[in-house]
């Protein structure tokens, strides 16, 4: 388990992370989110023990996160940390063997690796020849050789394709039962909708949202209607307690104030030929964009 | 994470040689240094020829100095030390014949005879540019030719004559106890040995200053540091670097020594007369002359400081160029800022091999104390003798303080440098990492 407990970072006046604190349990994936300069990285550089807190403290299973415990920890950072020279085969040793492992367990992991994500001949090509999408493949093998009881993903999915995402999405998966506990970060809100169990949203290095995905968006109080139906748009504008009506292809998306406002939709559109009427959830890209909207108004 | 630091640096070193560049320079440097050192015998087999034989036809007009000028090229050729051969033969034929002779092959025409006030003078005939030395030669030899007639046309008796053409004796006495008689002598040997001994030195620091910037820097630029470091300590990382660049310059060295010796193999085989064993007389006077110096006797004592000098130095200047690196993010950033580090090394260099101009300088006895100069130039100073042991031991001192002093903030710079990809205000933020306190 993971224990992140008050943390702070300053550099000179701008706090780049506030008070920050949240566990993750093993087994467990955990979002990390927020707009680019939020200390997302900053997060990471503490777990990783790369930078050190100005307050509060980083624990892995209740041990505190030194250079004795990071080969338990596999990292991929946003942009590709790849030595651009060295073959797949050189650079999977490299970060294997500085995880603690022999050449040996690295090549035989390696090899399970290369196969599964559809690049067996790839072992002797340089880095710098791979495509985007197969450099990436190789950062993500490079951060789990080691079977990692603590993953970090920083942005896993920039640059591959559908298809290589549903790899990656199932190797994620697979780790995820072999009780590895996950932190992820992305800009995607369906890929942290699609992974994440909790979650955690800071805006300048603070945490202004935290808990169970599910929770969050059950309590938070805006919320949509779609609506199918022969009424016109302006018969849905003016209902109190309605924010925004958008007209979809299908549907009208009607966003309203909260769940109390929706008998009253009904009963102002009853009288018209009604086909579809489905209250649902607001989306997680929504919660974030309003938010991050409030905390920064403020 | 002892085992770590190994595998990091072993990484490293083969990064560096088992590269297609390193292969490739070191070829060319073998081939440099064996054709360098047998570059007369590669003339040779070209058809040209460093010590040609040379023929002199002398038509003498006066009967009188043909035997003179002969002995006289003869003494002239012993006193340079030089092995090329000189013939002079005489000749009656008319002046005509023997121009056209001269037009065929590669003679050389002088024609003596008297002017008008019965003095000596010569015509030097030569179908195109007589080589510079060789004309040295051939006008030493008439000056020296000239004088002996003429002062054999005055009335002074041989015996006489014996004495005034002489060389003068001269006996050195130098009061001094610390300088040696030689030290005349070791000037030379300083404006013409020394610089080609220490160029090598000079390379290899530039070597080792831009192997570290160039790799600190890939791994900066590629981000692959943030996955290094999260799993060795950045003093780990920084020694790795630290110790590849210091083993593979080192290892370069070496191989210079080696080829050095391949060169010299191959001449002892391919040069008639040349042998190992014979290497002081083959080299000829250069080592003759560093002899005679007496540098020989200091040897036991100069080397073994030399070396630790050298090897603080490679360390200093290591240290610095990864604590310059770990503040930059491009090889363009690293090249602007070790500029004035490599201008310092220049002016050690150009101070050593000009260390003979500074006798006595209290200034350039300081600047042998300096980190980065010290090990070019206090060696150069101890050898001609304006410094003496107790400064070599100072400058070490000072180094090893130095050094000390690097890796003491260097650290701090380093763990804060190589994970921070601004490029702004880099001295500010240099500054302010070392004052962190820890």
Request: contains cysteine; hydrophobic residues 45%.
């Amino acid at each position: 388990m993971l224990k992140v407990e008050h943390i702070s970072k300053s550099y000179g006046s701008l706090k780049a992370v506030d008070d920050l604190s949240f566990t993750v349990q093993d087994g467990e994936i955990f979002g990390l989110l927020g707009e680019n300069g939020a200390g997302k990285t900053t997060t990471f550089r503490i777990i990783m023990g790369l930078l050190d807190a100005d307050e509060g403290s980083v624990t892995l299973n209740g041990k505190k996160i030194d250079y004795s415990i990071t080969d338990q920890i596999g990292f991929v950072t946003e942009e590709r940390s790849l030595l651009l020279k060295m073959t797949v085969k050189e650079q999977l040793i490299f970060y294997g063997v500085l995880k603690g492992m022999s050449e040996e367990e690295v090549l035989k992991e390696m090899d399970h690796w290369l196969e599964r994500f559809e690049i067996p001949d790839y072992k002797d090509r340089k880095i710098k020849e791979l495509s985007k999408g197969n450099q990436q493949k190789i950062q993500f093998i490079s951060a789990v050789l080691n079977h990692p009881k603590l993953l970090i993903l920083d942005e896993p999915f920039t640059g591959l394709d559908p298809i290589n995402v549903q790899l990656l999405k199932e190797a994620v998966w697979d780790l995820q039962k072999e009780g590895c506990s996950i932190i992820f970060s992305s800009h995607q809100m369906e890929h942290i909708e699609l992974f994440c169990e909790k979650l955690v949203l800071l805006v300048h290095g603070k945490s202004i949202l935290e808990g169970y995905v599910k929770d969050i968006k059950h309590d938070y109080a805006k919320k949509n209607i779609l609506i199918q139906g022969d009424m016109k748009k302006s018969d849905l504008e003016k209902i109190d307690g309605v924010i925004s009506v958008v007209k979809e292809p299908q549907d009208y998306q009607v966003k309203i104030k909260n769940d109390e406002v929706v008998p009253h939709v009904f009963e102002a559109i009853k009288k018209y030929k009604i086909r579809k009427f489905v209250v649902e959830e607001p989306t997680l890209n929504e919660i974030f964009i309003a938010k991050v909207g409030e905390a920064n108004e403020k | 994470m002892k085992s770590k630091l190994w595998y990091l640096t072993n990484v490293s070193l083969k990064k560096k040689m088992k590269t297609k560049w390193f292969v490739a320079a070191n070829l060319v440097l073998l081939v440099l240094i064996v054709g360098f050192v047998n570059i007369d015998s590669i003339i040779g087999f070209f058809g040209g020829d460093f010590n040609e034989d040379q023929k002199i036809i002398v038509l003498d007009e006066t009967n009188q100095v043909t035997t003179l000028f002969e002995q006289n090229v003869k003494t002239t050729l012993e006193s340079v030390d030089s092995d090329q051969e000189i013939t002079v033969t005489s000749s009656t034929e008319d002046i005509a014949t023997l121009k056209e002779e001269v037009k065929e092959n590669k003679q050389i025409l002088i024609v003596f005879s008297f002017d008008e006030e019965n003095m000596l003078e010569a015509q030097v005939i030569s179908k195109k540019n007589i080589p510079t030395l060789t004309y040295q030669l051939i006008s030493q030899s008439l000056n020296a030719t000239k004088q002996q007639v003429e002062l054999a046309h005055s009335s002074i008796d041989p015996e006489e004559l014996a004495r005034l053409s002489s060389p003068i004796q001269i006996t050195r006495e130098i009061l001094d106890d610390q300088a040696s008689n030689q030290d005349e002598n070791m000037q030379l040997i300083m404006t013409t040995v020394f610089p080609t001994l220490i160029l090598p030195i000079f390379m290899l620091v530039i070597f080792l200053v831009q192997m570290i910037g160039a790799e600190i820097n890939e791994e900066k630029s590629t981000r692959s540091m943030e996955i290094i470091i999260s799993n060795v300590s950045p003093k780990t990382h920084f020694f790795s670097k630290i110790l590849s660049a210091n083993i593979f310059v080192i290892s370069q060295a070496l191989l210079l020594l080696f080829y050095a010796g391949i060169a010299l193999l191959i001449r002892s085989v391919i040069a008639p007369g040349f042998n190992l064993a014979s290497l002081g007389e083959g080299v000829g006077s250069a080592l003759q002359a560093i002899e005679a110096t007496g540098i020989v006797a200091k040897l036991g004592y100069i080397i073994p400081l030399a070396l630790v000098l050298l090897v603080l130095s490679f360390l200093a200047y290591s240290l610095v160029a990864g604590i310059l690196a770990s503040m930059t993010v491009n090889m363009e950033d690293f090249q602007q800022i070790q500029t004035p580090i490599m201008f310092i090394c220049l002016a050690g260099y150009f101070l050593a091999i000009m260390s003979g101009l500074f006798d006595g300088s209290i200034l350039i006895r300081i600047l042998s104390y300096v980190p980065f100069i010290s090990c070019l130039l206090s060696p150069a100073l101890l050898v001609i003798g304006q410094i003496g042991i107790i400064d070599i031991v100072i400058s070490i001192i000072v180094l090893a303080l130095f050094n000390w002093w690097l890796i003491h903030y260097g650290l701090k710079i380093y763990k804060v440098g190589i994970l921070n990809y601004s490029q702004d205000k880099m001295w500010s933020r240099l500054f302010k990492a070392a004052k962190e306190k820890k």
